[in-house]
Structures are given as structure tokens and as C-alpha cells.
């Protein structure tokens, strides 16, 4: 089992920025590729950014390619999200997730989720 605890989100202004993280714990962090995905109200959850278990792999959708940049921290195991130049269609509510198999996480059939912090960016 694998506990996934997202922090970091709050209310910013367009332009602004914000880094997420979430911490892992319950398993051996290195044998998890990493996602953020998120939720905006009314929509259906979409992938954001995804990272391998190595690190040496990250994956981004085109709406924030450029502007987002997804890490990890072996030591802290911790994942980040790295949030710059927001848009306030960039609100919604971000989820961390984990899954063994890279392929499986940016297609959004992760294994575990965590409980989501809220992104609300202002015009």
C-alpha cells in the first residue's frame, strides 16, 4: 500500500506561480512512476504530468508543456509539481497519484491516488 499526500495549493493570480508536493510513503518510492493529474469543476479529471520511477522520463500534456515541470526527491520521497506563468483555466483541484508502470500513469490507471489540494488561480 502506498500512501500519497498532496500539499501546496492555494489561490494565486494569473501569471503567478505555485510548486506542489506530495509525499510518499508505505513502499519503496523508487519502484513508482509518478503522475499529476487534475479536476476542474463540471470536467472530467485529465492528465497533467507524469515521471518516471528513474526520473530520467517526464511526459506533459500540451496545455501546460512549458510551463509546468513535474520532479522527484528520492530521499524526501516526495514529488513536485512545479507550477509557473498560471492561467486561471489552471484551476482545479490536482490529485498525485503512483503506479509501478510508467505507460499506466499518463494513461490515468494509476494504482494509488491521493486526496487532492485545490489550485484556484485568479484573473
Known amino acids: 500500500q502506498v500512501q500519497l499526500v498532496e500539499s501546496g495549493g492555494g489561490l494565486v493570480q494569473a501569471g503567478g506561480s505555485l510548486r506542489l508536493s506530495c509525499a510518499a510513503s508505505g513502499h519503496t518510492f523508487s519502484n513508482y512512476a509518478m503522475g499529476w493529474f487534475r479536476q476542474a469543476p463540471g470536467k472530467e479529471r485529465e492528465f497533467v504530468a507524469a515521471?518516471?520511477?528513474?526520473?530520467?522520463?517526464?511526459y506533459y500534456a500540451d496545455s501546460v508543456k512549458g510551463r509546468f515541470t513535474i520532479s522527484r526527491d528520492e530521499v524526501k520521497n516526495t514529488v513536485y509539481l512545479q507550477m509557473n506563468s498560471l492561467k486561471p483555466e489552471d484551476t482545479a483541484v490536482y490529485y498525485c497519484a503512483a503506479d509501478r508502470f510508467f505507460f499506466r500513469v499518463f494513461r490515468g490507471e494509476c494504482e494509488y491516488w491521493g486526496q487532492g489540494t485545490q489550485v484556484t488561480v485568479s484573473s
Open positions: 515521471i518516471s520511477w528513474s526520473g530520467g522520463n517526464t
